[in-house]
């Protein structure tokens, strides 16, 4: 087997990226399944919040998924840091709110 150099590292490094943000899940992206929340059936606002690199923990990570999935309160940017700061984002007032009552 050959050793990836040059080009094919940066090929395998993009892929791996692509996969990532295919595979992730619809928060991660900022990305939203329609017009509006399914876990609590209100329309989606869109707002500016700020990107956030390096690894995140979140003491309410299982909370987050059942009961507010899409606060989009910020965006996971991944491990490598970009130069974007701040990214539009839609979001559910109502998955906000019960992130509000969490912490």
Known sequence: MRALTGVGVAVALIAGGVAWFL???P???????GSQCPVHAVPFR????PIVYGLTVDPFWDARDEQ?????TE???GCIGGEESEALV???EACRRAQDMRR
């Open 23 to 25: 595979a992730a899940p």
């Open 27 to 33: 928060d991660a992206r900022g990305l939203t399944p």
């Open 46 to 49: 869109e707002e500016v919040v």
């Open 68 to 72: 507010f999935p899409y606060a989009n």
């Open 75 to 77: 965006l996971e940017g």
């Open 90 to 92: 839609k979001y559910c």
